[in-house]
């Protein structure tokens, strides 16, 4: 299989990929095309379909396809001009070479995620994780093998567990830094800051945002959750269930980086931070590791509206 990391400007290609996306446009002379979105496990490319003739065969959105095309640049991004399309038939494609997956060990990891509940002291918080992490029917499920976003960062299988991972290590760090911190209450956070991200998003091959995940959005769902879970939890203070659900709600930092609140405390300002830190990182490695090109600038990033360089100097 030619996986779309390895395609290069000039070649002619037959091969499968998951339609990710299909939009039926117009050109300014007024001639109708289609736009793509197509992928595979090692990314995502754009393509084209300029002859809409008997060469392209029905097929809709998450359909795997085959495709004749031919491998262009624009905007110094690779795009594929297509010639044929034909819905792919069984036994033709491996529907594991078009879920990209996180490098990492998702096991290990996991395990490393669910040690840092055994670290927190505060009985209630340390239940609350339990509930969610170990006893939900959802979470306790699928939460390590899920994405982290539809296309900004961590957008593969385990790039949820991976992302909370790191944040979550990140805050260890900062709560020994600073004097001042709660690290129980920011640990906890950073354990849950996207946990409803299972439920905004499903699954692949679609990774796709749900109903609830479009009307609601996961902040607004972590809190919920919370409430009910909390709920079940007799004793836990109200307080203390103010400051976690504030952390959850201010952890995208802006209001229009659509963050209910600002970061009112040590804990939320730290969870935004390591949450920001670690997702802008991430989306930095990503746009260095699909570039083909030669020099040191990578181009323009539309997500982080800036030209990338990379860091050799040899």
């Known amino acids: 299989m030619k996986y779309i990391n390895e395609l290069r400007e000039g070649e002619n290609i037959m091969e499968h990929y998951l339609c990710k996306s299909r939009k039926s446009m117009k050109s300014k002379a007024g001639k109708n095309y289609l736009s793509l979105k197509l992928q595979d496990k090692t990314g995502i490319v754009d393509a084209k379909v300029w002859d809409l003739n008997n060469d392209i065969q029905s097929f809709q959105e998450n359909d795997f396809i085959k495709i004749d095309a031919f491998v262009t640049t624009f905007n110094n991004e690779l795009q594929l001009n297509i010639k044929r399309i034909r819905r792919s038939r069984e036994g033709e494609y491996d529907p594991s070479d078009f879920i990209p997956s996180t490098e990492k060990n998702i096991q290990e990891m996991y395990q490393t995620f669910l040690g840092y509940i055994q670290t927190i002291k505060n009985t209630y918080l340390k239940q609350l994780l339990e509930a969610i992490f170990l006893q939900h029917p959802i979470i306790s499920e699928h939460f390590q093998f899920h994405s982290a976003a539809k296309t900004m960062h961590h957008s593969y299988r385990g790039g949820l567990l991976e992302h909370t991972l790191s944040v979550t290590q990140i805050c260890d760090f900062l709560a020994g830094h600073y004097t001042t911190v709660d690290r129980d209450l920011l640990i906890a956070s950073a354990m849950l800051h996207d946990v409803c991200k299972v439920i905004e998003l499903s699954d692949f091959p679609t990774n796709d945002y749900t109903d609830d995940g479009q009307l609601l959005g996961h902040?607004?769902?972590?809190?919920?959750?919370?409430?009910?879970?909390?709920?079940?939890?007799?004793?836990?203070?109200?307080?203390?269930?103010?400051?976690?659900?504030?952390?959850?709600?201010?952890?995208?930092g802006e209001f229009e980086y659509g963050s209910p609140k600002l970061p009112a405390t040590i804990e939320a300002m730290l969870l935004h931070c390591a949450d920001n830190m670690d997702a802008k990182t991430r989306m930095l490695e990503e746009a260095i590791d699909a570039d083909n090109t030669q020099g040191h600038w990578v181009g323009y990033n539309r997500m982080l509206q800036r030209n990338i360089c990379r860091s050799d100097y040899e």
């Open 219 to 252: 902040i607004i769902l972590c809190v919920e959750l919370l409430s009910k879970t909390i709920a079940t939890i007799d004793g836990f203070p109200k307080r203390l269930e103010s400051l976690l659900k504030h952390n959850i709600l201010a952890h995208h």
